[in-house]
């Protein structure tokens, strides 16, 4: 790998040389049937990966564009959308719902919890709504949300559900054929970013809406958008040598390149990687004392948020990281210098997570922290011994 650091952060995550390789191919005319051939299959790879009978959007913008397009399309100012939000992203979208003038209710749960499925049971059964959002997997806590819990409540109860999963697709199941515990029990709308575990420069957006969605964007007539109308683009990904707005054609080859990885590997072994790694990076890290925010049974597989031991200055920690080629993120909000992220997602690989957890020990003997390297490793290796290759 041509990388000279590991960019272990919560996106963007670790690319590899095919990807970079596919980048600097020849930038052609967006309307070039050699361009539009690439452009053609990185959807289809995009169909097969969500398994849906809808459509799906491949499109420049990053992962808040996606959440953009998922709400403006699907719920009208004045209609009802219910925000499940385990953190940060999942409070995003009562901004965005804001700016729409949709009427917003929130289920927030504390730092590193779930909402109780019983609470949005509740919530369901005394308010009617047009969608609710779920956060796959809260980039700033390092919580999952249980879609088997909350996918079932959300359907019985008639609303739509929009599924972030900028921090999870490709890494944690979202099959948009899969019904939860009953008949049309399904995922109505993905969204995701290039950039996170599909490990793909940032730059695309990517949405998938099955037919009870976009049956809902038919429903709405007019909507407050123009470029985010999945409308303009139906035609375009039906037929990619039309043009409604220019595609970013580098970032097409990346991710149809990234996308081919993606199912060469096979979504069933990337779960169960993803899982792995999760497991074995937290059960390393605690045995350095260090606290993960997020407790096992609710952890995402594909990032970690970190609680510092006493006597560990963050800024400094996280300079002496990146003086040795880890790059790690800082918290967010109330936790900001009290904890760090810890990427493990995309093209991640073990050996590049058993040298974060070694360089993560040595920072910590650095500052006087008596910690075993070897045990944290044996920990790593023990949960992720599982991994067929
Ligand atoms: C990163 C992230 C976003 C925002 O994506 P951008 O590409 O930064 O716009 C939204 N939701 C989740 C869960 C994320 O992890």
Same mark, same amino acid.
Request: aromatic letters at 8%; glycine letters at 6%.
């Given at each position: 790998m041509r990388n000279e650091e590991m960019l272990l952060i919560p996106g963007p995550t670790p690319v590899v040389d095919s990807i970079y390789d596919a980048m600097a191919s020849e930038t052609?005319?967006?309307?070039?049937?050699? !361009?539009? *051939?690439?452009?053609?299959?990185?959807?289809?790879?995009?169909? *097969?990966? !969500?398994?849906?009978d809808g459509e799906v959007f491949v499109i420049a913008g990053s992962g808040t564009i996606g959440m953009e397009m998922a709400l403006v399309n699907t719920v009208g100012a004045g209609e009802r959308l219910l925000v499940i939000s385990h953190g940060y992203f999942g409070d995003r979208f009562i901004q965005l719902g804001k700016a729409f003038g949709i009427e917003i209710d929130v289920l927030q749960a504390e730092w590193?919890?779930? #909402?109780?499925? *019983?609470? #949005?049971?509740?919530?369901?059964?005394?308010?009617?709504?047009?969608?609710?959002?779920?956060?796959?997997? /809260?980039?700033?806590?390092?919580?999952?949300?249980?879609?088997?819990?909350l996918v079932p409540i959300v359907k019985k109860h008639g609303a739509l559900v929009i599924l972030d999963g900028v921090c999870a697709t490709a890494a944690m199941e979202e099959d948009m054929s899969k019904e939860y515990g009953g008949e049309?029990?399904?995922i109505d709308v993905v969204l995701t970013g290039s950039q996170k575990a599909i490990g793909v420069p940032p730059g695309l957006a990517i949405v998938a809406f099955n037919q009870t969605a976009l049956a809902a964007r038919k429903e709405l007539g007019h909507i407050p958008a123009y470029y985010c109308?999945?409308?303009?683009?139906?035609?375009?990904?039906?037929?990619?040598?039309?043009? !409604?707005?220019?595609?970013?054609?580098?970032?097409?080859?990346?991710? /149809? *390149?990234g996308m081919k990885l993606v199912l060469e590997e096979g979504l069933e072994k990337r779960y169960a990687r993803h899982t792995a790694y999760g497991r074995g990076?937290?059960?390393?890290?605690?045995?350095y004392?260090?606290?993960?925010?997020?407790?096992?049974?609710?952890?995402?597989?594909?990032?970690?948020? !970190?609680?510092?031991?006493e006597g560990v200055n963050d800024a400094e920690f996280r300079a002496a990281l990146a003086g040795v080629g880890l790059i790690v993120a800082g918290a967010l909000a109330h936790l900001g210098g009290k904890a760090f992220?810890?990427?493990?997602?995309?093209?991640?690989?073990?050996?590049?997570?058993?040298?974060?957890?070694?360089?993560?020990?040595?920072?910590?003997?650095? #500052?006087?922290q008596d910690v075993s390297i070897e045990q944290a490793v044996n920990r790593f290796k023990e949960e992720t011994a599982s991994i067929v290759q």
């Open positions: 052609r005319g967006h309307t070039d049937p050699r !361009f539009v *051939e690439i452009y053609k299959r990185s959807i289809e790879r995009t169909r *097969e990966m !969500f398994k849906t590193g919890q779930q #909402v109780a499925p *019983e609470e #949005v049971e509740r919530q369901l059964s005394e308010r009617t709504y047009k969608a609710v959002t779920i956060t796959h997997a /809260d980039t700033s806590t390092g919580v999952a949300a249980d879609l088997d819990a049309g029990y399904t109308d999945i409308e303009n683009w139906i035609p375009i990904m039906h037929d990619p040598s039309k043009y !409604f707005a220019t595609p970013p054609v580098n970032l097409i080859y990346a991710y /149809d *390149e990076v937290r059960s390393a890290l605690r045995e004392g260090m606290k993960p925010l997020a407790e096992e049974e609710v952890a995402a597989s594909t990032l970690s948020c !970190f609680l510092y031991p992220r810890l990427g493990h997602m995309g093209n991640t690989t073990e050996d590049m997570l058993i040298s974060a957890i070694e360089k993560i020990g040595e920072a910590l003997k650095d #500052v006087g």
